[in-house]
């Protein structure tokens, strides 16, 4: 089966500059999940959908952050301004269900952010 | 809210030799409790979960984790490593009504040949 795709695999920004991100999630997941990874930390949940409605953004910093789920599959992650302290690995993951049903998270490669 | 904590930055073991890795977590009734592994430029995979029952779960690649709750621990141990386990390892603890995975730094495993 295949897994988690994200797009691109790298980019590289300068301060004050907008970058989107692309998830498609396994094929009928209904959970999908946007984690932070800065380097040296472990990845911190921005956001979880399930289906095309938020369950949880209390991590999101909406005042630069903001992500969609288009249709309930794919999803984007959108930073505009970006900062210097977004540089990270932005990790996409997926579940058949939620994890309080004993639902495995996929995760995808992540898409590596450089703020200059 | 829940916490994890992974004490050891950084772990280096000869290949063949054994490993555990330490994990700490709070919260204040059962928690769901996951290992995963990141290798580089590679998701992160669940090596194993425990939710309930026997605290002693077993996991793919010959891992396995023991839920001691006296402790606060669920420390993930390998008897025999293979140099092919060097990777990044993540203890992450799920609690409240959605059970989401919130993660340690991270424990950097290094194996010498």
């Known amino acids: 089966e295949a897994g988690v795709a994200q797009s691109p695999r790298y980019k590289i920004i300068e301060k004050r500059q907008s970058v989107a991100f692309w998830c498609n999630p396994i094929s009928g997941h209904a959970t999908l999940y946007w984690y932070q990874q800065i380097l040296g930390q472990g990845p911190k949940l921005l956001i979880q959908f399930q289906n095309n409605g938020v369950v949880d953004d209390s991590q999101l910093p909406k005042d630069r952050f903001s992500a969609e789920r288009l249709k309930g599959v794919d999803s984007t992650l959108k930073i505009q301004p970006a900062k210097l302290e977004d540089s990270a690995v932005y990790l996409c993951a997926s579940s058949l269900g939620t994890v309080a049903t004993n639902e495995k998270l996929f995760f995808g490669s992540g898409t590596q952010l450089s703020v200059l | 809210a829940q916490s994890v904590t992974q004490p050891d930055i950084h772990i280096t073991v000869s290949e063949g030799a054994s490993l555990e890795l330490r994990c700490n977590y709070s919260?204040?009734?059962?928690?769901?409790l996951f290992w995963y592994v990141q290798s580089p430029g590679q998701g992160l995979q669940l090596l194993l979960k425990?939710?309930?029952?026997?605290?002693l779960v077993q996991g793919i690649k010959g891992f396995e984790a023991e839920f001691k709750r006296s402790q606060s621990s669920f420390n993930l141990r390998k008897p025999s490593v293979h140099w092919s386990d060097a990777a990044e390892y993540f203890c992450?603890?799920?609690?409240?009504?959605?059970?989401?995975?919130?993660f340690g730094r991270g424990t950097s495993l290094i194996v010498h040949p």
């Open positions: 425990y939710f309930s029952g026997d605290t």
């Open positions: 919260y204040g009734a059962t928690p769901y």
């Open positions: 992450a603890v799920g609690a409240g009504g959605s059970y989401i995975p919130t």
